[in-house]
T-cell receptor, first 111, second 113 residues
Framework: RKEVEQDPGPFNVPEGATVAFNCTYSNSASQSFFWYRQDCRKEPKLLMS?????NEDGRFTAQLNRASQYISLLIRDSKLSDSATYLCVVTNAGNNRKLIWGLGTSLAVNP | SAVISQKPSRDICQRGTSLTIQCQVD?????MFWYRQQPGQSLTLIATANQGSEATYESGFVIDKFPISRPNLTFSTLTVSNMSPEDSSIYLC??????????FGQGTRLTVV
């Protein structure tokens, strides 16, 4: 089983739709969780951290479920500019602070 | 957030040659990493660049092929040695800030012919 798993998609949605991505992780001792966004031919950029209590940033909501070992990203009122690959990232316990990356979920928002 | 300048942004190289990629961070960071990303794939960690000591390589990557330098807390280089077409990829450097927040250079798109 991969350490971090995501549905690769692609998710094709119309503008204005609400779309949700899930990401599961295998190590119950994982400590930090993030969503990154990667546009085509660009480097990944931090979208948001994921906190235990859940957090929201505008149209984006991230949640963590430690019991089931998954994190989610919800995008409301999707825009054409939201089209990208969304990468789930987990860090595990220990001093090396290595980031474990999911393969990413592709989102295409259509007019 | 840290700003990372990575160069070159792209290169086309002959097989058997070597290319050195540089990353400069605008602030001191404790951790720097080098990744490779094949088309349509996620990031694969090559190594952790350790300041003042040898890099820590992941399984499948060795120092002779990917020598790394990190002379200080703001700069690192990755060399892709004795290149073959299989080395064609995007190479990304990354730095950690704060609570494991990763920031990336713009990437180097390498094509080996």
């Amino acid at each position: 089983r991969k350490e971090v798993e995501q549905d690769p998609g692609p998710f094709n949605v119309p503008e204005g739709a609400t779309v949700a991505f899930n990401c599961t992780y295998s190590n119950s001792a994982s400590q930090s969780f993030f969503w990154y966004r990667q546009d085509c031919r660009k480097e990944p950029k931090l979208l948001m951290s994921v906190y235990s209590s859940g957090n929201e940033d505008g149209r984006f909501t991230a949640q963590l479920n430690r019991a089931s070992q998954y994190i989610s990203l919800l995008i409301r009122d999707s825009k054409l500019s939201d089209s990208a690959t969304y990468l789930c990232v987990v860090t595990n316990a220990g001093n090396n602070r290595k980031l474990i990356w999911g393969l990413g979920t592709s989102l295409a928002v259509n007019p | 957030s840290a700003v990372i300048s990575q160069k070159p942004s792209r290169d086309i190289c002959q097989r058997g040659t070597s290319l050195t990629i540089q990353c400069q961070v605008d602030s001191q960071v404790t951790m720097m990493f080098w990744y490779r990303q094949q088309p349509g794939q996620s990031l694969t960690l090559i190594a952790t660049a350790n300041q003042g000591s040898e890099a820590t390589y992941e399984s499948g990557f060795v120092i002779d092929k990917f020598p790394i330098s990190r002379p200080n807390l703001t700069f690192s280089t990755l060399t892709v040695s004795n290149m073959s077409p299989e080395d064609s990829s995007i190479y990304l450097c990354s730095a950690l800030q704060g609570a494991n927040l990763a920031f990336f250079g713009q990437g180097t798109r390498l094509t080996v012919v």
